[in-house]
């Protein structure tokens, strides 16, 4: 259940397919491993490698994997409450606490940004501490906004990205995050930075098209 945290504050919901879900009575389901023939019931599988969105459930005996095994969100723990664990229905509640306060506390629009000087606006991305609180948005010693982080919350940085956009336009230079806000922002993903930072290339790339079309006017 580690990965719990991450996944449900994105709010994904992972339709079905063949896999079991976390709460699917799969332990008790008969399996078989094709590699060594090995036989038995879902509770004597090992459990393997965890991905973003689900684990591996290995043989006990040559530890190949024999099927993987879906993590919850936040709907199936709610509809499976009985089943759930109590340490993982804190963490349950916790992240529709955060979730709820994150919908009150989000930049939505544009206009809720306020108005700020200068044509090159080299914007902050910062965090209140290395272990979450506020995502912060600062030009220079002006915040521009705060509202909840989420852990792995680089999903959240092109949207913010969008909304700066649409209120500075290519007056927008940059949204460059902290050191600081690193830990949070990347978390545990691979991908994170790169995402980051492809957002970041776009940004520069439409506001040097916007610049030369500016100087050079057809
Ligand atoms: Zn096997």
Not at 4 to 15: A, E, H, N, T, V
Not at 50 to 76: G, H, Q, W
Not at 174 to 192: C, E, I
Request: charged share 30%; glycine share 6%; hydrophobic share 35%.
């Amino acid at each position: 259940m580690r990965k719990l945290d991450s996944k449900m504050s994105k709010g994904f919901i992972i339709q079905g397919n063949n896999m079991p879900s976390y709460y699917d009575d799969w332990q008790s389901a008969q399996f078989e491993c094709k590699a060594c023939g090995w036989k038995g019931s879902g509770t004597e599988l090992i459990e393997g490698e965890p991905f973003s969105d689900l684990y591996e459930a290995n043989c006990p005996k040559c530890r190949e994997c024999v099927t993987t095994v879906m993590f919850p969100t936040i709907e199936e723990a709610r509809s499976n409450w009985d089943k759930v664990p109590p340490l993982d229905r804190m963490m349950v509640e916790y992240m529709e606490a955060h979730q709820a306060s994150f919908e009150a506390r989000k930049l939505f629009a544009p206009e809720q940004l306020p108005d700020v000087e200068g044509d090159d606006l080299v914007i902050v991305w910062d965090i209140d501490q290395f272990n979450g609180g506020d995502t912060i948005i600062r030009y220079g010693n002006l915040e521009l906004w705060r509202e909840p982080a989420f852990y792995e919350g680089y999903w959240r940085f092109s949207e913010v990205v969008d909304l700066l956009m649409q209120k500075y336009g290519e007056r927008v230079q940059d949204l460059v995050p902290t050191r600081k806000s690193g830990n949070f922002l990347y978390g545990d993903s691979g991908s994170a930075s790169r995402y980051v930072e492809e957002y970041r290339r776009k940004m520069r790339q439409l506001r040097r098209r916007a610049t030369v079309t500016t100087i050079h006017p057809k």
